[in-house]
């Protein structure tokens, strides 16, 4: 009996139906953005200064330019440029007294402001933007700016409990029930977090969105990546990808219009209550239904394709089977990704690489946001710099090999991290120019990763070692707006400096994988153990390069 793929090789492997179900599912994942790096705009930290209606009283009655108010009235920096004081610490000064006056008012106070006392802000802060941000609105400054950190690692708990948990429904309950649900729960408190009333509610809804967006981003993966056929998989799964970049530089727009928070997270939200019609749009994967054993129902899906694409299923082919035979399995453990040399190497150096990619990844955007200059155009230039990521995985990996791109570009990831240390801060061009670079790295760096994880596991033990390895993402993302927003109150570049290792130290782990390009899947542990051995090419390299992407899309974070 024929399998899913022999029939869609007669009725289109990516044709009509394929190719408006990927667009459909592109607009999914270029959703997904905003809420995996909106911490940019929806966090954004500007310059801010203590609150005192008794300067703002004063100021109001000498009639002084905010240029002078701040000069009169706001602690100067700290040793070796230390902007704490400026921005957390208020002089210890009764500003209605009469006798301040209206030139250099603290000068009769003491001949240097140094000797005055400081004390915390007793009534808010003001902040130094048009817009607005959680951090202006909530206060999430000073002795409260861990609070930011905490909103950002709230989603990357949700990604890591999500994509498990939901990814395990999907197998259980199918995959287009499933999509529909995260759509709704994540469009539901999108929403609700955008008219959140306090700190609390709005990180609950952080996490909950967190909880069902990343898992509906991989559910609409492993959705195209099974109605495609074999030869179109890999490209259609880095597609998918691409669009999330997409995303980005439409996020960039959109929070450019919307400076003001609340309305920004409505916008980026209510496009998703869009993807509730594809219910009627979207048909359930013939393959998961063939898992089921629902043979006459996947059997109706296909004929829906060949019917939206015009090519009639042949007769000797209305039969389906399984696209792999029952037979013995083994039960995988966690021990079996430890227990052998070569595959406890594999291990370590993926679970690293998984978390450099997601730290990298998410602490360079974040750090754009704390840098000078416009963190709309910056943030833009490094977006485009995915385009050519991907571009380059597409011609290398079948030409060049995975194995030196992916260690090169950990080392140009890290390399443009430490060179941006030292760029003076006039040159901006040659800042965001390097950053870019970098920015390109890390995109590649991580979507090899997604690549070779599969292709350095034996067939028993491959979802398994795919689920641990890559659950470091997640734990990369946790971590890391604590790096960024904490090392940046110590100096400005010491997160750059920590990427840097982080990312030189992933390129030189990845020399001590094997070249997987053109071989096979192992299937065993011992095939595993002797991949140093066996260099020669494959014939079947094309089937394993698109079974390992297929693979990556049943991955569950």
């Not at 051995?533 to 693979?551: E, F």
Request: proline letters at 5%; hydrophobic letters at 45%.
């Amino acid at each position: 009996m024929p399998s899913v793929d022999d029939i869609l090789e007669h009725i289109g492997e990516f044709s009509f139906f394929q190719k408006q179900t990927f667009f459909l599912l592109a607009l999914l994942s270029a959703t997904f953005a905003p809420i995996y790096v909106g911490i940019v705009f929806l966090g954004f930290t500007p310059d801010h200064r203590c609150q005192s209606p008794s300067v703002a009283e004063l100021s109001r009655r000498c009639g002084w330019s905010p240029a002078e108010e701040l000069n009169f009235t706001v602690p100067g920096r700290g040793p070796a440029g230390d902007t704490f004081p400026s921005h957390c610490l208020s002089y210890e000064v009764d500003w209605n007294q009469s006798a301040l006056g209206c030139v250099d008012p603290l000068a009769g106070l003491a001949t240097n402001r140094s000797h005055l006392p400081l004390g915390p802000c007793r009534h808010g802060w003001v902040y130094d933007t048009p817009g607005s941000s959680i951090v202006t609105e909530f206060d999430l400054v000073c002795a409260s700016s861990w609070m930011l950190d905490l909103f950002q690692s709230a989603v990357n708990i949700g990604f890591f409990i999500g994509s498990v948990g939901i990814g395990y429904l999907a197998d259980r309950f199918g995959r287009k029930l499933c999509l529909l649900v995260t759509i709704l729960i994540n469009a539901t408190s999108g929403v609700l977090m955008a008219i959140s009333p306090t700190y609390t509610w709005m990180l609950i809804f952080r996490l909950i969105q967190g909880l069902v967006s990343k898992a509906g981003w991989l559910i609409g993966y492993i959705l195209i990546t099974e109605l495609v056929g074999l030869s179109y998989r890999r490209t259609v799964g880095i597609l998918y990808q691409v669009s999330f970049t997409v995303g980005l530089l439409v996020l960039t727009g959109v929070a450019y219009a919307l400076p003001h928070w609340r309305w920004l997270q409505f916008t980026v939200t209510l496009p998703n209550f869009c993807f509730l019609l594809y219910y009627w749009c979207i048909p359930e994967s013939p393959r998961w239904l063939m898992s089921q054993n629902k043979n006459t129902q996947a059997m109706r899906v296909i004929k829906y394709i060949s019917k939206k694409n015009r090519k009639p299923v042949p007769v000797s082919l209305q039969s389906l089977r399984a696209d792999e035979e029952v037979g013995e399995k083994l039960k995988p453990s966690f021990l079996d990704l430890v227990r052998t040399p070569q595959i406890r190497k594999h291990t370590l150096v993926l679970m690293y690489n998984w978390f450099s990619g997601s730290a990298l990844y998410q602490g360079l955007i974040m750090h754009t946001g704390l840098a000078e200059g416009s963190i709309y155009l910056d943030f833009f230039y490094l977006a485009l710099m995915e385009f050519p990521a991907a571009l380059i995985i597409i011609l290398t990996i079948d030409r060049v090999g995975r194995r030196y791109p992916w260690a090169g570009s950990n080392l140009v990831a890290g390399a443009a991290c430490l060179a941006s240390v030292f760029i003076p801060g006039d040159l901006q061009w040659l800042r965001v120019t390097v950053a870019c670079l970098g920015r390109m790295g890390v995109t590649l760096a991580y979507e090899m990763v997604c690549l070779v994880n599969a292709e350095l596991y034996p067939t028993f033990i491959r979802n398994l070692g795919v689920l641990v390895c890559s659950s470091m993402c997640d734990i990369g993302g946790i971590i890391t707006p604590f790096l960024v927003y904490r090392l940046t109150e110590v100096w400005h570049e010491l997160p750059l400096v920590v990427f840097a290792v982080i990312g030189l130290v992933a390129g030189g782990l990845v020399l001590l994988l094997p070249e997987t390009r053109g071989k096979t899947l192992p299937e065993t542990i011992d095939e595993v153990e002797n991949m140093w051995r066996n260099t020669s090419p494959s014939v079947t390299l094309r089937k394993s390069t698109h079974l390992s992407y297929d693979l990556l899309c049943n991955l569950r974070g």
